[in-house]
Structures are given as structure tokens and as C-alpha cells.
């Protein structure tokens, strides 16, 4: 069985972090080829992952989000995903940015960093903050050794 590895780039803005986040909390459980082919989907469904519009639907959305057949309508990881939007757009009045936060864990090891984000973000367990940082370019154990 071949494993694809998914593509890393530094987010440019705020937005760019929350859509990683997003398609890390989406994967779990599911093929990436599956997300990676309905993700055009999910940027048209979620406002191209527009922190401030996505961190303010309400449950009209997620009835909409709940009904469309071109994303994985889980509808725990879509109300994740606005509670998520929520929690980012917090952290960013705070930090300034979302970079700026993640620059304030830095005196943290891996398996404290790990932990921040899982408790502060909903539905993101320990593979998802690996695929998350990995994907957004920042320091991460080897894949053995992301547990720990």
C-alpha cells in the first residue's frame, strides 16, 4: 500500500491556515485522494474558507453544509469547523495572526504544542495536528514518532 504525502506551503494569511485546518480535521478517517478531489467543493461551500464569514454561520449553514453532495457532509466535523473558525478568529484578535500564535507555542515541545491545539481546536486529534503542522510547515517529529 502506497501512502501520498500530502503538499506543504506556508499559508499566506489567516484564511490560507484555517482551510489547512479544515482539510486536516476532513481527512481523518477518509482517503485524502477523497477530500483532495472534493476540496474545490468544499472552498465554494465554505466561502473559500473565510475566517470571519465562516466563524459567523449559524445553523442554517449547517443544515446547507448537512445537504450538499459535493463535500463529506459529517455533520461533527462541519460543526467543527465553524466552532474551529470561531476559536482561530479569537486567537488572531489576540496574536494578530494566526502565525503569530502558533510563533507563541514555540517554547513548547512537540507533545506540548500537540496538546494546545488539540484541546483548543474541536475534532483535531493527534494525526490531525501532525497533517496540520506538517502541512503548514512547521516543525514536526518524525511520523513513528508523533504520539509521543
Known amino acids: 500500500m502506497t501512502y501520498e504525502i500530502p503538499p506543504r506551503r506556508k499559508p499566506e494569511n489567516d484564511n490560507g491556515y484555517f482551510e489547512e485546518l479544515t482539510k486536516s480535521i476532513f481527512q481523518a478517517g477518509f482517503s485524502w485522494r477523497v477530500i483532495r ?11 473559500g474558507f473565510d475566517l470571519v464569514a465562516v466563524a459567523g454561520y449559524g445553523e ?6 448537512t445537504a450538499d453532495p459535493g ?3 459529517n455533520r461533527r ?10 476559536v482561530m478568529w479569537d486567537l488572531v484578535q489576540e496574536h494578530g495572526s494566526f502565525h ?3 510563533r507563541s507555542l514555540d517554547s513548547l515541545d512537540y507533545a506540548g504544542r500537540r496538546q494546545e491545539l488539540s484541546e483548543r481546536f474541536h475534532n483535531l486529534g493527534p494525526t490531525g495536528v501532525f497533517t496540520f503542522l506538517w502541512c503548514v510547515e512547521e516543525e514536526v517529529p518524525a511520523w513513528e514518532d508523533r504520539k509521543r
Do not use: G, H, M, S
Open 37 to 47: 478531489d472534493k476540496w474545490p467543493n468544499f472552498e465554494k461551500a465554505f466561502d
Open 77 to 86: 466535523k462541519i460543526e467543527a469547523t465553524i466552532a474551529n473558525a470561531r
Open 100 to 102: 503569530a500564535y502558533l
Open 60 to 65: 442554517p449553514d449547517v443544515e446547507r453544509l
Open 71 to 73: 463535500i463529506v457532509r
